[in-house]
């Protein structure tokens, strides 16, 4: 049978095992063996990702063909206002061609843990929250087309992947389920 991890991947994390630079990587906080990750989340993003040693599912969830739903809260600079979020929702036009619709709304700030180093505050510039849904995976999709509507991301956190859901994990932590 499949094994399955859900891991909360912290801020500054690679989502690898190994890193010769030395940067933080997953092997610091997972050690089950014969694992691998199933697609990628950035350094600099935080929450879900899945670790599996079933090379078919790893396959179906990274693979952009699979259309597989990922959802994110952003944190965004500005108050993220209607004609962006049908921006996002009709699909935004990037360097590498025109992204796939999005599901997209404004949600109050999500209760989440404390992100080590906190996001810079700056007075004069409000932040906003918002629920991103996307089906596929471009590298730094979800920052490069909430700055093509003018909300660069502060914080970017992935709660879901298909019907699998961060939930309570805190980051660092990881449980297994059922493939």
């Known amino acids: 049978m499949a ?10 994390v690679l989502s690898q095992f190994t890193d010769a630079a030395g940067r933080a990587t997953l092997a610091d906080f997972v050690r089950v063996p ?6 990628r989340l950035d350094y600099d993003s935080e929450g ?12 179906r969830i990274a693979d952009p063909q699979h259309k597989l739903a990922k959802r994110y809260w ?19 036009r990037l360097s590498d061609g025109v992204t796939r619709p999005a599901e997209a709304e404004a949600i109050p700030p ?4 404390e992100r080590t ?6 007075k004069h510039i409000p932040t906003s929250w918002l629920a991103l849904t996307l089906r596929e995976g471009r590298n730094r999709q979800v920052r490069r087309m909430t700055a093509a509507v003018g909300l660069p991301a502060l914080r970017l956190v992935r709660v ?12 660092g932590e990881w449980c297994e389920v059922g493939a």
């Open 74 to 92: 952003v944190q965004v600079e500005g108050e993220s206002t209607e004609a962006a979020l049908a921006q996002l929702r009709r699909g935004v």
């Open 48 to 59: 879900l990702l899945l670790l599996t040693d079933d090379g078919a599912l790893q396959a």
């Open 3 to 12: 094994r399955v991890l859900l891991f909360n991947k912290p801020f500054r």
């Open 117 to 122: 180093p906190p996001i810079r505050f700056r």
């Open 110 to 113: 999500p209760a989440l843990w």
């Open 160 to 171: 879901r992947i298909g019907e699998y859901e961060l939930g309570a994990l805190q980051p």
């Open 34 to 39: 014969g694992v691998y990750p199933a697609g």
